[in-house]
């Protein structure tokens, strides 16, 4: 048999379905993967079955490309409101597969082989993959634990004139820091100063709990150079549903939009159809979802500290990280946590190319139930 594509002969199975496979085996409590443990809100789901039942009206076919308009004017309506960021829900937002597919999308629309993509680790392992099957090249500059701040020196080394795109994951998975303006207004500088695309993945924006998120286009100058991701997954609870979005200028939406259609041509209609009216009362229900994963993060990261952990208190997301003591290694520790203690969480080190500092780090994730969270630190005790 002939080889296959290079790129993919490489990629490994991730470490989230490694951990979640041992976590199965061994039977442990799985705090490893980024989702709830617990059913999305019920008035959503009850707007997608409202929707299945409208096939009469077209809505079980297949949505058109860009996303329904619906759906793409409530995105629109809601940065206006939020951030006063102004996108045309005509030209300026693309429904995708969630960000997952965004982000793909983005770099096979944005990169070319031998192209450059600065990226700030620890990172999400999608954008490894998607920068490389677009032939381009990732060069990680690291967020130094335990306040996960970056050495401005260290992006300027890391430029060449190959580099075409910075990637800013905020808030960030794993370590729950929330950028400040000022850091972000940094890296925008450097951003505008060298002429990159900024690919802002900004799936957490709803999980900050002490500090505001700031979006990365409403810094000065950098609408037009920001390729904004979101995704309704985190905020909603559902990430089974897969949507999400990418807004830009028309022109950059334009080439993304020509590999979405070529990818997965839409995105599931009536899942569409609920979104766009759930968004459209997102206010009440904002206040509420946040101040719950304030009260579970508050739980775990507490019942951490009694257990003798060194956590360190996300400002955002929904995961929290525990330094590890010296002398041990993150991936030893989480099998023996899965083995003696019933606990599955993620070794960090799966999200670092350059340093070793993830070796020291775990990854704990709190939304789940209380009870599920309670069981774990009983067994960690
Ligand atoms: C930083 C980050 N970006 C993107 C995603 C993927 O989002 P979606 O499920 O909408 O594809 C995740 C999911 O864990 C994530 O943590």
Not at 23 to 43: H, M
Not at 133 to 144: E, F, M, R
Not at 149 to 158: L, V
Not at 169 to 192: I, R, T
Request: with cysteine; net charge negative; hydrophobic share 40%.
């Amino acid at each position: 048999m002939k080889s296959m594509n290079h790129v993919v002969s490489n990629f490994k199975e991730s470490i989230f379905s490694t951990m979640t496979k041992m976590a199965i085996e061994n039977k442990a409590i799985n705090l490893s993967q980024g989702f709830p443990d617990f059913d999305g809100p019920k008035w959503v789901i009850n707007l997608a079955k409202e929707a299945l039942d409208e096939g009469h009206l077209g809505k079980n076919q297949y949505a058109p490309s860009m996303g329904i308009l619906s759906l793409r004017e409530a995105i629109s309506a809601n940065y206006k409101k939020l951030y006063h960021l102004d996108y045309s829900a005509s030209s300026e937002i693309l429904v995708t597969n969630g960000a997952t597919e965004a982000i793909f999308c983005a770099c096979l629309a944005l990169l070319n082989p031998g192209d450059e993509v600065i990226v700030l680790e620890p990172f999400y392992d999608s954008y490894l993959a998607a920068i490389e099957l677009a032939g381009a090249k990732i060069v990680p500059v690291t967020l130094k634990a335990p306040n996960f701040t970056y050495d401005i020196n260290e992006i300027k080394e890391a430029l060449t004139d190959k580099t075409k795109m910075l990637i800013i994951n905020n808030p960030h998975n794993p370590s729950g820091k929330v950028y400040d303006k000022s850091e972000l207004s940094e890296l925008c500088q450097f951003a505008c100063e060298n002429d990159l695309y900024v690919m802002s993945d900004e799936v957490y924006e709803f999980l900050t709990f002490e500090k505001a998120h700031i979006p990365t286009a409403t810094l000065e100058n950098m609408k037009e150079r920001t390729i904004t991701i979101s995704s309704t997954g985190k905020t909603f609870g559902l990430t089974g549903w897969k949507i999400g979005w990418v807004c830009s200028s028309e022109t950059i939406i334009s080439a993304i939009h020509k590999v979405h259609q070529f990818n997965v041509f839409c995105v599931a209609h009536p899942l569409q159809v609920a979104m766009a009216r759930a968004l459209e009362k997102m206010d009440e229900y904002i206040i509420e979802f946040k101040s719950e994963y304030k009260r579970k993060r508050d739980l775990l990261v507490n019942g951490l500290k009694d257990a003798g952990l060194n956590v360190l208190n996300p400002a955002g997301t929904y995961f929290a990280l525990v330094m590890l003591p010296e002398g041990e290694n993150d991936v030893d520790y989480c099998k023996k946590l899965i083995v003696e203690n019933k606990v599955a969480v993620i070794p960090t080190s799966a999200f670092y190319l350059k340093s070793d500092e993830g070796k020291r780090i775990v990854r704990f994730c709190f939304a789940k139930q209380d009870e599920t969270l309670l069981n774990a630190l009983k067994n960690l005790k």
